[in-house]
């Protein structure tokens, strides 16, 4: 007979269990990582005015995107070791409040040179988001929950960026670009507190019951071991599978690099939409985000109950999904309706969002909890090393070429991505009844 894993046991009278606390402390990590994005696409709202007021090239502008891709690509691994090794709750509370003073910091600068230096730094802290992502899930949920608690994980990643244009929107209009970066660092700062008075890990919680406890545990898995940071390395790039998520990583940032920071000023170029247009529709893509993220850990369900496919097998499958509506992308170098361009990338980003809440998946899913952030910081420097080559490619030829070529390459990269998952991931068996 199952017992509830909600019933309070032996629990002093001092002591209030929470029910289900696994989610709250899910959420808390969500709102951390929305705040995440707010700050780091600040700057892509805010593009087409910074050009104007500091004088900026394209060119320069694709250094700035690429001076915070560039921190973000080499520091994951070594924020990922650094949260394996001091803890998920400190180490994400020092970045986190390394990137809010960063934004903050954003209202000082005087030229692109300035910008670039202070995303370097915003991008070198932020690079904590995604290995804390992996760390948050593999702590605090059994392997059969954390397909969808990915997937509800990864809307952080999204709903940020959606959030992002009406309240940069705002913020702007009533205090100016300056007072925009101020406004989304102090929102930062508000959250770290959160953090720090909230978040404790599962063994250390004071509102978790012992059964719940006992629940989040029950996979048996054994405790993790703390390795020093380039022995830790070795042992992920030994391990084929590694592989098999790095890829498909690799192919699928070009495309969140567009939505995140080229799609405003597409949309201004391609269609002279100003900010106030640009505030209107570009959250639409990260509302779509929202969706696949939320729809991804689901979709495994579904391929599990009727198509008999193993837990790993669904989890792939469902990125292949993903990666045949990435598709949409290539035809929006088709349209000139901006409105079915919208759409067409909103598509794109509900299809990215589920590949990449699906790797996060795979990466708890193939690794012990003493490599997990370490491997998904990892992936994300993998990932993040396409991200920051697209937009210095983007910078280069988007005013000779425009950005159609590059929407039609993103169409089809994550199929690429998609064959080398299939290979080094799928498992070969037919699932157990």
């Excluded at 991008?123 to 290995?131: D, I, K, L, N």
């Amino acid at each position: 007979m199952s017992q509830d894993i909600n019933t309070p046991v032996a629990v002093s009278k001092t002591r209030r269990v929470i029910k289900n606390l696994r989610w709250y402390m899910l959420v808390l990590f969500l709102l951390g990582v929305t705040v995440n994005y707010i700050t780091r696409n600040s700057l892509g709202i805010l593009a087409p005015e910074l050009k104007t007021s500091l004088g900026i090239t394209t060119e320069q502008y694709s250094w700035i995107v690429g001076a915070f891709q560039l921190a973000y690509t080499l520091f994951q691994p070594l924020c990922g070791w650094l949260i394996d090794v001091i803890g998920l709750k400190i180490g994400f509370m020092i970045c986190a409040g390394v990137w809010a003073l960063m934004c903050i910091l954003h209202a000082g600068a005087g030229s692109w040179i300035h910008l670039a230096i202070l995303r370097f730094m915003m991008g070198a802290s932020e690079a904590a988001a995604t290995p804390a992502n992996a760390k948050t899930i593999g702590e605090w949920f059994p392997k059969s929950e954390r397909p969808v608690a990915a997937g509800w994980a990864g809307v952080g990643f999204s709903i940020g960026a959606m959030l992002a244009p009406p309240i940069i929107y705002f913020a702007h209009a009533s205090f100016g670009w300056q007072g925009a970066f101020m406004f989304t660092g102090v929102l930062a700062f508000l959250w770290v507190i959160l953090w720090w008075v909230f978040y404790h890990n599962p063994d250390k919680h004071p509102n978790l019951s012992k059964n719940e406890l006992d629940y989040i545990r029950q996979d048996n898995e054994p405790p993790a071991v703390k390795l020093p940071f380039f022995t830790a390395l070795k042992t992920v790039s030994k391990n084929k599978r590694f592989y098999g998520i790095a890829i498909p990583a690799f192919m699928a940032e070009p495309a969140w690099a567009v939505l995140s920071f080229w799609v405003p000023l597409y949309l201004a170029k391609e269609y002279g939409m100003d900010l106030k247009q640009i505030a209107m529709f570009a959250w639409l893509p990260f509302l779509a985000a929202d969706l696949g993220s939320v729809a991804s850990g689901y979709l495994t369900r579904v391929y599990t109950r009727f198509f008999g496919c193993t837990r790993i097998n669904s989890v792939v499958a469902s990125s292949v999904t993903g990666a045949f509506l990435m598709i949409s992308l290539a035809i929006v170098a088709f349209i000139r309706d901006p409105y079915i361009t919208i759409v067409l990338i909103s598509i794109g980003g509900f299809g990215h969002q589920i590949i990449s809440c699906m790797l996060s998946a795979l990466v708890v899913e193939s690794f012990d909890k003493g490599q997990m952030a370490t491997v998904n910081g990892m992936r994300g420097s993998a990932a993040w090393i396409a991200s920051f080559l697209f937009s210095l490619l983007i910078g280069v030829t988007a005013d000779k070429i425009g950005f159609n070529p590059l929407f039609i390459a993103m169409g089809f990269f994550d199929l690429i991505g998609a064959v080398f998952l299939v290979m080094f991931i799928a498992e070969r068996r037919a699932a157990r009844n």
